[in-house]
T-cell receptor, first 109, second 111 residues
Framework: LAKTTQPISMDSYEGQEVNITCSHN???????ITWYQQFPSQGPRFIIQGYKTKVTNEVASLFIPADRKSSTLSLPRVSLSDTAVYYC??????????FGAGTRLFVKA | NAGVTQTPKFQVLKTGQSMTLQCAQD?????MYWYRQDPGMGLRLIYY???????DKGEVPNGYNVSRLNKREFSLRLESAAPSQTSVYFC??????????FGPGTRLTVL
């Protein structure tokens, strides 16, 4: 299982674009990259998953460079309600998912 | 659809007591999971079930047992609770290979 490294915390202001980068130097060929969001006292919520290049959905974009050793979650125009912990996971979409400590994003007014 | 439901929401146990945490999903997912989350930490996988009838250990299985009762239900049992098992427990389900859907959690305190 590939180990991931994320910033411990980030601050932003409402309306800004936020980019959270995750490093995963030993990602394997079969591994996918998945991001979750977690609010206090709630379970994590799936945001986006990708293998290479760029993936976009209604919530976020995921950018993965050609070497796949890192990935960037992009949240467009954040609001106060985007304050949460964001987890980057890397694995072969099998069943031994490992969550790291995540990145605490704090959005200010 | 209710998604993933967990019972109870809160529980206080004394050391040595036993209890079962219940989890059910109505999304027809094959895979189900149990995690624990300690304060300020990420989630750690306790057990998972890739499909009905199968279960496997995750990262921290000691002190726990699981039962995949049917496709919908996956229970977690603490046979002899210890203070180190004080945590928030999350159940999740997924279609194999895709993102997981999590329940609201059970807050367990062991005195």
């Amino acid at each position: 299982l590939a180990k991931t490294t994320q910033p411990i915390s980030m601050d932003s202001y409402e309306g800004q674009e936020v980019n959270i980068t995750c490093s995963h130097n030993n990602i394997a060929t079969n591994d996918y990259i998945t991001w979750y969001q977690q609010f206090p006292s709630q379970g994590p919520r799936f945001i986006i998953q990708g293998y290479k290049t760029k993936v976009t959905n209604e919530v976020a974009s995921l950018f993965i460079p050609a070497d796949r050793k890192s990935s960037t979650l992009s949240l467009p125009r954040v609001s106060l309600s985007d304050t949460a912990v964001y987890y980057c996971l890397v694995g072969d979409r099998g069943f031994k998912t490992i969550f790291g400590a995540g990145t605490r994003l704090f959005v200010k007014a | 659809n209710a998604g993933v439901t967990q019972t109870p929401k809160f529980q206080v146990l004394k050391t040595g007591q036993s209890m079962t945490l219940q989890c059910a999903q109505d999304m027809n997912h094959n895979s189900m999971y149990w995690y624990r989350q300690d304060p300020g930490m990420g989630l750690r996988l306790i057990y998972y079930s890739a499909s009905e009838g199968t279960t496997d250990k995750g990262e921290v299985p000691n002190g726990y047992n699981v039962s995949r009762l049917n496709k919908r239900e996956f229970s977690l049992r603490l046979e002899s609770a210890a203070p180190s098992q004080t945590s928030v427990y999350f159940c999740a389900s997924s279609v194999s290979g895709q993102g997981e859907f999590f329940g609201p959690g059970t807050r367990l305190t062991v005195l």
